[in-house]
């Protein structure tokens, strides 16, 4: 039950088809995390080695809890603890932990394309975990779950995602797949944030977040990452919180129905208010839940069958 591709570093060579696959096991693994003994054997044997080279406890923790739900033994290698800090290579620390002879790779890494170079020194299929500002694909899948869940569908949907697009691995995955899927997305923020190249196919951007907003059925705020702006994109927090903040009022532009999403962790109160991420119309805490069920999927197709 394969999808034919060997990593899952984006969405590039992934066909529709092998994406609702990931999707529809999810259901599966749902399953599974409700049943009172939440293990299956699906990867017994197999060794599935957890790189982060960029601080993570969400996405690691989810990733590693997933891989030992299906049976994997898990190597957990973290960069600050490593030889790294002694001026090893990416290249020579991955083919160290090769040798250990791992499975699969899971890689986080503050560098852009690290884990397309993990994936060709390793020769083993790799997970893209984050890297740098350019993708984070399954915060993405849990993401479009999240909203199947919700609705039954994908296509059609009006998705709008809000903050510090320039910086969001997560905003540029979500406009990758979302777009292959069939919704509408909006990326909406500061112009300083707002890269224009992000607007193709049934992807759009815009500065104007009252219209971004209107009829939304999905709104999806950004975390606004200041450890990485330190080139004067915004006058001030506080102005943004006053301009762009996600917020209960800011919701009566959207749909009736319209849900919340918040990839976390959250700056409560500055790119969303902490009132509206605690109520109804909030699917946070189901995005975490979810995450659990679309990892042991991806691990499942890329995985399952291929030792």
Request: hydrophobic share 40%; with cysteine.
């Amino acid at each position: 039950m394969g999808t034919g591709v060997k990593h899952l570093l984006d969405f590039q060579g992934w066909s529709v088809e092998a994406l609702q696959g990931i999707l529809d096991t999810a259901d599966v693994m749902k399953e599974v995390l409700e049943r009172p003994v939440k293990k299956v054997p699906a990867l017994q044997g197999i060794t599935v080695c957890t790189a982060f080279f960029e601080n993570s406890t969400r996405t690691r923790t989810s990733f590693e809890l997933a891989a030992r739900r299906m049976s994997a033994d898990v190597l957990t290698f973290a960069a600050g603890a490593s030889s790294l800090s002694k001026g090893e290579s990416l290249r020579d620390t991955i083919e160290t932990l090769n040798a250990y002879k791992v499975d699969a790779f899971i890689v986080r890494h503050h560098a852009s394309g690290a884990a397309h170079q993990v994936a060709k020194f390793s020769g083993k299929s790799t997970i893209n975990a984050g890297d740098g500002r350019r993708a984070h694909p399954t915060q993405a899948l849990l993401d479009a779950y999240t909203m199947l869940k919700e609705f039954g569908r994908i296509e059609g949907l009006k998705v709008t995602i809000v903050g510090d697009i320039l910086h969001s691995r997560v905003a540029r995955s979500n406009a990758e797949l979302l777009d292959l899927l069939g919704a509408d997305v909006t990326l909406c923020g500061p112009a300083t944030l707002l890269p224009k190249e992000l607007a193709k196919g049934r992807v759009k951007v815009t500065t104007d977040l009252q219209a971004a907003v209107k009829d939304a059925d999905v709104v999806m705020s950004l975390r606004l990452q200041q450890e990485r702006m330190n080139g004067g994109f915004l006058p001030s927090m506080s102005e943004y919180a006053l301009t762009y903040q996600v917020n209960e009022k800011l919701l009566e532009r959207a749909k009736d129905h319209a849900i919340v999403l918040h990839p976390g962790p959250m700056n409560r109160d500055l790119e969303i208010s902490g009132s509206l991420a605690d109520s109804a119309r909030s699917r946070i805490i189901a995005q975490v839940e979810y995450g659990q069920a679309i990892r042991m999927s991806v691990l499942y197709h890329l995985l399952v069958g291929k030792k």
